[in-house]
């Protein structure tokens, strides 16, 4: 029996965009991208087996190379990663019943690209100033340091979570004025979860293309007033997935 092929969608873009002729898609060999047009919008596209397995790495790591790619030359919607549809007439009725939200979508980000700053503390600087900030806390690191950890098991449990405690508080600070600082420079910002329990501050900002370098300049400023707590990264530009709303986004 023949293979089925469906068409996996990676985003939304205006209608005159062209895929490089070097662009690779997802699945295993990677699939040739397409546009599918429909009026004033199209939607990049691979062939996918219906059937096949997706969510590799590389999948992924296509799915945003093309995306990120895409997005530093055009506007670009990022459609939900794993999306496939049976067909080209599937796409074209996707893009005929969403046009106006599309196109109004694509409006917004047009100019615009998306960054993302995450700060991670370093350890023992971070462990070092809330046990100066806090004697109950330090007083317990002193009563289990070089004791067994079964004999101080209820004190290590305390210290731990009252360092946790220390760290949260720490955190909602650090993303306060991250949002303070950089804020100011983008047209819109989105907190982002912790990933990791020394996770500091962490968000995506969207940009506009002639504020870029200000902005990158804001971040290393940044990041330098706290490299001795914190290791900041900066990612991007990236495609703006943190500010394409649910109601944006095809389900």
């Known amino acids: 029996m023949a293979e089925e092929i469906g068409l996996f969608i990676y985003g939304i873009v205006p209608g005159d965009v062209e895929p490089t002729a070097d662009a690779v898609g997802v699945g295993e060999p990677p699939g040739e991208v397409d546009a599918i047009r429909h009026g004033e919008l199209a939607a990049l596209v691979s062939e996918v087996p219906l059937e096949g397995p997706l969510g590799r790495p590389a999948d992924l790591t296509a799915y945003q190379e093309l995306l990120d790619g895409t997005a530093a030359v055009a506007p670009v919607l990022p459609v939900r990663f794993g999306t496939v549809v049976t067909g080209a007439d599937a796409v074209a009725d996707l893009l005929e019943a969403h046009q106006d939200r599309f196109a109004a979508a694509l409006d917004e980000f047009e100019g615009r690209i998306q960054y993302i700053v995450h700060g991670r503390y370093e ?129």
């Open 123 to 251: 350890e023992p600087a971070l462990i070092g100033e809330v046990l100066a900030d806090n004697p109950a806390a330090a007083e317990l690191a002193d009563q289990v340091r070089g004791q067994p950890a079964e004999a101080t098991r209820p004190q290590r449990i305390r210290l731990g979570e009252m360092i946790s405690q220390a760290v949260e508080l720490r955190r909602e600070a650090e993303n306060r004025q991250l949002l303070d600082e950089l804020g100011q420079l983008a047209v819109a910002t989105a907190p982002r979860p912790p990933s990791n329990e020394l996770d500091a501050g962490a968000a995506a900002f969207l940009v506009d293309r002639d504020r870029e370098d200000e902005f990158v300049d804001a971040v290393e400023a940044y990041a330098e007033q706290r490299r001795e707590l914190i290791r900041t990264r900066l990612l991007g530009p990236l495609a703006p997935y943190d500010f394409v709303s649910a109601h944006q986004l095809v389900e």
